[in-house]
C-alpha cells in the first residue's frame, strides 16, 4: 500500500507559476505510476499528468501541454507537479494517485490510491 500527501496549492495570479509536491509513504513507491488529477467545482475529475515507475515516459491532457510538468524523485518518494503559465480555468483541487497497473490509463477509477488533495486558485 502507499499513502499520499499532496502540498503546494495557494492562490496565485494568472500567469504565474506554482509547483505541487506529492509525499508518499510506504517501501515500492517506484513500483507505482503516479499520476495528477484535478476537480473544479461541479465538474467531474479530470485527467492531469501521469509519470511511469522510473520517470522515463510522461503522458499530460492537452489542456496542460507545455505548460506544466511531472516528475518523480524516488529515493525521495515524491512526485512533482510544476505549473506554469497558469490560467482561471486551471482552478481545481489538485490530487496525487498511485497505479499498480501495467497498462497506461488515463481513468480516476482505475487509480487506487488517492491523496486528499489541494486547492489551486488562479485569479484574473
Known amino acids: 500500500q502507499v499513502q499520499l500527501v499532496e502540498s503546494g496549492g495557494g492562490l496565485v495570479q494568472a500567469g504565474d507559476s506554482l509547483r505541487l509536491s506529492c509525499a508518499a509513504s510506504?517501501?515500492?513507491?517506484?513500483?507505482?505510476?503516479m499520476a495528477w488529477f484535478r476537480q473544479a467545482p461541479g465538474k467531474e475529475r479530470e485527467f492531469v499528468a501521469r509519470?511511469?515507475?522510473?520517470?522515463?515516459?510522461?503522458y499530460y491532457a492537452d489542456s496542460v501541454k507545455g505548460r506544466f510538468t511531472i516528475s518523480r524523485d524516488n529515493a525521495k518518494k515524491l512526485v512533482y507537479l510544476q505549473m506554469n503559465s497558469l490560467k482561471p480555468e486551471d482552478t481545481a483541487v489538485y490530487y496525487c494517485?498511485?497505479?499498480?497497473?501495467?497498462?497506461?490509463?488515463?481513468?480516476?477509477?482505475?487509480?487506487?490510491?488517492w491523496g486528499q488533495g489541494t486547492q489551486v486558485t488562479v485569479s484574473s
Open positions: 509519470i511511469s515507475r522510473s520517470g522515463g515516459s510522461t
Open positions: 510506504g517501501r515500492t513507491f517506484s513500483g507505482y505510476a
Open positions: 494517485a498511485a497505479d499498480r497497473g501495467i497498462v497506461v490509463v488515463f481513468t480516476p477509477e482505475l487509480y487506487g490510491y
